[in-house]
């Protein structure tokens, strides 16, 4: 069958009637169909790590389910995505919905997503209104939608007041010994970190950590484009005046990073383990407090970034935390760890050809697209987890925010559950009323979230929330080129599946090696990378870049 990529088609000049004067107050009711509301469950698969749940046994599922009669059947990923999603194709026997991240296109070669345009068109006004301005973005070669993406923003885009992105991690003890200085390079950072091992020696210290486990060895490749000044574009780097593309995997700014590393693993400072942990493992070593200092997003350390937060909260001392700082390698360089406003579009849910009832699935997808419903699966329920004050203004008080905070209450309640991987407004949304879609950007919330520790560390260093010692964005109607759709078995993502083996074939060596060896494994490394067919794919990439802005009508 041929590919169903979906790639860049341009928009029609003028959108529907219904597109614009869509309603974004919609009132969540069923669309008129003659559909009675008969209680049914649907499954949804989606391929990232989670607990398995019917949505019913959630407080946010069990309200959704009254308004619509639906329930799903949740089903999350063990194991390898690729042999899973390659089981339902072999079958061609999936679920009613799938969320499939990473291996999207190996369900829309096969065919496995039913087209939603007319969907849309009969049973969508809440969809089109989120969407519509998307639409040349969504459409596959065919002209045909076939999943809804997970990042469209509505209304006025709020950038975040802390990071959720990447970052370099330091302990809060790191800098308070060290007086708090202001830190921007490499350098500076590592000196850092060297200095405080050196006057604790005896506390079995970890200077520096990695994560570079199959699926994430993007934490360990991605570092040096934050270095050199640039967001995360995925393995390329775009510049800023000719948009075009560079693959960085042979680059100086790569090497440095790597001979970084080779040295502090010299010095003892580098966890050897980090090339042969698991993601467990990994946020284990993190919640230990022996960890110094790290790389990574600040989603995908989460779990033990959340966890020193709750113990400092219990013992009061928070020094085991850790702090973001934006370090590049050279002073002269504006750092980009900021994502700018994006609309991702090689991510989403879509409905599948083993769907019992697409009609009804649509319907349940435009309900949550209503602002109520985006409330309620990011706020939740008013005087329970959060308040509204005179003004209208959306807040959470000390308690509310604990709450919310915890593991347990977030799956129970389902804020675990609908917060992502379902149709909703992208990160950075605002309502209506000016209040954030995402409790974590509103203001009120993000101060009131601080503890007597991040204050006074916010006051140290001048600012009044921990992204303000970022640089702002700068604007990218491309960003992120990650999300540039790369068809299976093309020249272009052969050559991605062959850096990726090499990368983790040599970057271990690279490091681990003794400093003597480190130039000549290099230069193996760097032979091996330049007979792939780098050039292919940078064409591929700078051609798409090209295309999103002009679609986007900037420059």
């Known amino acids: 069958m041929a590919s169903k990529r979906f790639g860049i088609i341009s928009l029609v000049v003028v959108m529907t009637a219904a597109m614009i004067t869509a309603c974004s107050g919609s009132s969540g009711k069923e669309p008129e169909s003659g559909d009675s509301k008969e209680k049914v469950t649907f499954t949804y698969f989606n391929a990232t790590a989670g607990k398995d749940i019917n949505t019913k046994e959630t407080r946010i599922g069990e309200i959704l389910e009254d308004q619509t ?89 709020l950038p975040a007041p802390d990071i959720e992105q990447g970052a370099f991690w330091v302990q809060r003890r790191v800098l308070k010994e060290a007086g708090y200085p202001k830190i921007k390079t490499l350098d500076e950072y590592l000196a850092l970190i060297r200095n405080y091992v050196k006057k604790h020696a005896n506390e079995g210290l970890t200077g520096y950590l990695a994560l570079t486990t199959q699926d994430r060895f993007y934490a360990l490749t991605n570092a040096p484009m934050h270095l050199a000044g640039y967001p995360n574009d995925g393995g390329t780097i775009i510049d800023m005046k000719t948009h075009r593309a560079t693959d960085y995997g042979d680059m100086e700014i790569t090497k440095r990073y790597l001979k970084e590393l080779n040295q502090l693993n010299v010095e003892g400072l580098f966890d050897k383990s980090s090339f042969v942990d698991n993601y467990d493992q990994y ?61 991702v579009n090689n991510r989403g849910i879509g409905i599948t050809v083993s769907a019992k009832d697409p009609v009804r699935i649509i319907k349940f997808f435009d309900n949550l697209l209503t602002d109520e419903n985006q409330v309620l699966s990011n706020w939740g329920i008013k005087g329970e987890t959060y308040d509204v004050d005179k003004k209208g203004r959306f807040y959470r008080t000390e308690e509310q925010i604990k709450r919310t905070g915890q593991d347990a209450f977030r799956e129970s309640f389902g804020f675990k559950y609908f917060e992502y991987s379902w149709p909703r407004y992208g990160s950075g949304s605002t309502l209506p009323d000016g209040n954030s879609v995402a409790p974590g950007r509103q203001p009120e919330v993000a101060r009131m979230s601080y503890t007597k520790g991040d204050k006074e560390l916010l006051k140290v260093y001048g600012v009044e929330s921990f992204s303000q010692m970022f640089s702002a964005p700068d604007k990218r109607p491309w960003f992120p080129a990650w999300s540039i759709p790369i068809t299976q078995g093309s020249t272009a993502q052969l050559f991605q599946q062959q850096r990726g083996d090499l990368q983790r074939k040599y970057f271990p060596r690279l490091v681990l090696s003794i400093p003597e060896q480190f130039d000549a494994i290099w230069n193996e490394y760097t032979t091996e990378f330049r007979k792939l067919d780098v050039k292919a794919y940078e064409e591929q990439i700078t051609k798409e870049v ?10």
């Open 546 to 555: 090209a295309q999103k802005i002009k679609n986007s009508g900037e420059k």
């Open 283 to 343: 946020l284990a070593k993190l919640t230990s407090g022996k960890v110094l200092g790290f790389f990574d997003y600040r989603w995908q350390a989460g779990q033990a970034l959340n966890n020193l937060q709750e113990a400092s909260k219990k013992s009061g001392n928070d020094d085991m935390e850790y702090i973001a700082l934006p370090i590049v390698y050279d002073q002269n360089i504006k750092d980009q760890y900021i994502d700018p406003s994006s609309f």
């Open 69 to 157: 009669g639906v329930n799903w059947k949740l089903e999350h990923l063990v194991g390898d995505s690729n042999t899973k999603i390659g089981t339902f194709i072999a079958g061609n026997d999936y679920p009613d919905a799938i969320v499939p991240d990473g291996t999207i296109d190996k369900l829309l070669d096969a065919g496995a997503f039913i087209p939603l345009n007319d969907l849309i068109d009969k049973y969508g006004p809440n969809i089109k209104r989120v969407y519509g301005p998307y639409y040349n973005l969504m459409k596959a070669e065919d002209g045909n939608i076939y999943f809804l993406p997970l990042s469209a923003v509505v209304g006025n885009y």
